[in-house]
């Protein structure tokens, strides 16, 4: 968000709360140093959004929206699905 002014991210940081209380999904991603779980949240309106969260083993979050279509929001679904709202 810092690093990057210009694309005014902050704006996006009214999301994080709600994927975090009512995900779509929660898959259970590896990395080199081991699992996090990343939750995805879909919101519609003017724009689709992709929200997609990290937890760290530290507790920080890792966090990104995205304007994408249906294929590249599925490309963000990796690791073993843990949940999905029906």
């Known amino acids: ?3 990057k002014p ?3 991210r902050e704006r996006y940081a009214n999301f994080i709360l709600p994927t975090l209380q009512r ?3 929660i898959h259970r991603t590896e990395y080199e140093d081991g ?3 990343r939750y995805v949240g879909l919101f519609t309106g003017k724009y689709n959004l992709l929200t997609m969260i990290r937890i760290n ?5 890792l ?3 995205m304007h994408a279509d249906d294929r ?15």
């Open 6 to 8: 210009e694309n005014a």
């Open 72 to 86: 590249r929001m599925n490309k963000q679904r990796m690791g073993e699905l843990l949940y999905q709202k029906r």
């Open 35 to 37: 699992f996090r779980d």
């Open 63 to 65: 966090w990104n929206i």
């Open 23 to 25: 995900p779509f999904e």
């Open 57 to 61: 083993k530290d507790g920080s979050l």
């Open 1 to 3: 968000m810092v690093e």
